[in-house]
């Protein structure tokens, strides 16, 4: 556990239902700044992030951030604020975000922080509960001192339709920890051991991720590509309509639904080009995780996605919604070789300057600093 009390401090709040990229940014944050800050943290008690904050030597307290724990949570988190004299309060997702804001208002605390990686109308929820979000999301609004995004587009949301004012909007990129993505030392690519293209698709089975797309862009590309195999990792509500899809398009024997993997490295590692269908995001780590290691990436040309990738030379964009276009680029690098080995280098380089972890933090910091010290009006 931190000892030294001379620091600032900082909690970070978070609902914790599942590890995501949220919880992810925190922990590399809670990780990469214990030398400046004694750090807390809060949220649902278990899982993965409860363990990689304790890890750290951070703090953790357990709060439940189910709804119907709602007053009682900011009631635990407002005496915690209280108890430890926390300088920075900095919260991630709509529930965590009206939680924090609450506590710290009634606190007293000034400098409040909430990072936007996903806006509202991306959630995986009905009309009503989008609008429901969006209430408490407004809620306490003029409270937070600064808001961080993970992309321009959600700057543009903020700033254009919510009219927050632009100087308290900080857009910062997420990060990737460089040195656990190492790719092949000969960076070939479209070779794999068993001497076909594997082509993969890495995430949660929602309607945002368009998935469906790409597995209508297959038979396509296997008349093309006989030897293709395709790898979809993930679960989630729309995993059974897509198998139904596959058996529809007579691709059973071409396509593989592995379910949930907590081993991303590993999978990236099989495949030779990551598909990223995506209808909606914010700022998605898959795709920085495949450019990390120097694979080709076909993905949505989408907000959030071509702030990522520079089409055709760290990656391939085609327009969302288009079996043919996902196809048709697949197709390319599998017979241009060269090209998917150039493509794939020139996207290592790409996260190396402008997404490493390292960078992540120290912006992050950069902005704890000014409010800290009044230098932002």
């Given at each position: 556990?931190?000892?030294?009390?001379?620091?600032?401090?900082?909690?970070?709040?978070?609902?914790?239902?599942?590890?995501?990229?949220?919880?992810?940014?925190?922990?590399?944050?809670?990780?990469?700044?214990?030398?400046?800050?004694?750090?807390?943290?809060?949220?649902?008690?278990?899982?993965?992030?409860?363990?990689?904050?304790?890890?750290?030597?951070?703090?953790?307290?357990?709060?439940?951030?189910?709804?119907?724990?709602?007053?009682?949570?900011?009631?635990?988190?407002?005496?915690?604020?209280?108890?430890?004299?926390?300088?920075?309060?900095?919260?991630?997702g709509v529930r965590a975000d009206f939680f924090a804001r609450a506590a710290g208002f009634s606190a007293g605390t000034k400098n409040i922080i909430c990072t936007t990686a996903m806006p509202v109308e991306?959630?995986?929820?009905?009309?009503?509960?989008?609008?429901?979000?969006?209430?408490?999301?407004?809620?306490?609004?003029?409270?937070?001192?600064?808001?961080?995004?993970?992309?321009?587009?959600?700057?543009?949301?903020?700033?254009?339709?919510?009219?927050?004012?632009?100087?308290?909007?900080?857009?910062?990129?997420?990060?990737?920890?460089?040195?656990?993505?190492?790719?092949?030392?000969?960076?070939?690519?479209?070779?794999?051991?068993?001497?076909?293209?594997?082509?993969?698709?890495?995430?949660?089975?929602?309607?945002?991720?368009?998935?469906?797309?790409?597995?209508?862009?297959?038979?396509?590309?296997?008349?093309?590509?006989?030897?293709?195999?395709?790898?979809?990792?993930?679960?989630?509500?729309l995993l059974p309509s897509l198998k139904k899809l596959s058996i529809q398009l007579n691709l059973s024997d071409k396509i593989i639904f592995t379910g949930f993997s907590n081993d991303v490295k590993e999978?990236?590692?099989?495949?030779?080009?990551?598909?990223?269908?995506?209808?909606?995001?914010?700022?998605?780590?898959?795709?920085?995780?495949?450019?990390?290691?120097?694979?080709?990436?076909?993905?949505?040309?989408?907000?959030?996605?071509?702030?990522?990738?520079?089409?055709?030379?760290?990656?391939?964009?085609?327009?969302?919604?288009?079996?043919?276009?996902?196809?048709?680029?697949?197709?390319?690098?599998?017979?241009?070789?060269?090209?998917?080995?150039?493509?794939?280098?020139?996207?290592?380089?790409?996260?190396?300057?402008?997404?490493?972890?390292?960078?992540?933090?120290?912006?992050?910091?950069?902005?704890?600093?000014?409010?800290?010290?009044?230098?932002?009006?």
């Amino acid at each position: 556990m931190q000892k030294n009390f001379n620091f600032k401090k900082i909690i970070f709040i978070i609902d914790n239902l599942e590890f995501g990229g949220g919880e992810r940014c925190f922990v590399q944050l809670i990780s990469g700044l214990h030398n400046q800050f004694e750090i807390f943290a809060a949220g649902t008690p278990g899982g993965e992030f409860e363990k990689e904050v304790k890890k750290s030597g951070a703090y953790f307290f357990p709060v439940d951030m189910r709804k119907q724990k709602s007053l009682n949570s900011i009631i635990k988190i407002r005496k915690i604020i209280l108890k430890h004299k926390i300088d920075i309060i900095h919260s991630q997702g709509v529930r965590a975000d009206f939680f924090a804001r609450a506590a710290g208002f009634s606190a007293g605390t000034k400098n409040i922080i909430c990072t936007t990686a996903m806006p509202v109308e991306g959630f995986d929820v009905s009309f009503l509960r989008k609008k429901i979000y969006r209430f408490f999301d407004w809620i306490l609004e003029d409270s937070v001192k600064r808001f961080i995004v993970v992309s321009q587009s959600l700057k543009k949301l903020l700033t254009e339709k919510r009219h927050i004012p632009e100087y308290k909007v900080i857009k910062i990129y997420n990060g990737i920890e460089l040195e656990h993505y190492i790719p092949k030392k000969n960076n070939q690519s479209i070779e794999t051991s068993y001497n076909v293209p594997i082509i993969g698709a890495i995430g949660r089975m929602v309607w945002q991720k368009g998935f469906e797309y790409l597995i209508k862009a297959i038979p396509k590309i296997v008349k093309h590509i006989p030897e293709a195999e395709f790898l979809f990792v993930g679960d989630g509500p729309l995993l059974p309509s897509l198998k139904k899809l596959s058996i529809q398009l007579n691709l059973s024997d071409k396509i593989i639904f592995t379910g949930f993997s907590n081993d991303v490295k590993e999978v990236l590692s099989k495949i030779d080009i990551l598909v990223v269908p995506s209808l909606l995001e914010g700022f998605p780590m898959i795709t920085l995780e495949a450019m990390a290691m120097a694979k080709p990436v076909v993905a949505s040309d989408i907000d959030g996605i071509n702030e990522q990738i520079t089409n055709g030379k760290d990656g391939i964009l085609v327009s969302p919604k288009n079996p043919g276009a996902i196809a048709d680029a697949v197709i390319a690098l599998i017979r241009n070789k060269e090209t998917a080995k150039q493509i794939g280098i020139a996207a290592r380089k790409k996260v190396e300057q402008d997404f490493s972890v390292e960078k992540m933090i120290l912006e992050t910091e950069n902005v704890y600093f000014s409010m800290l010290k009044n230098e932002l009006s």
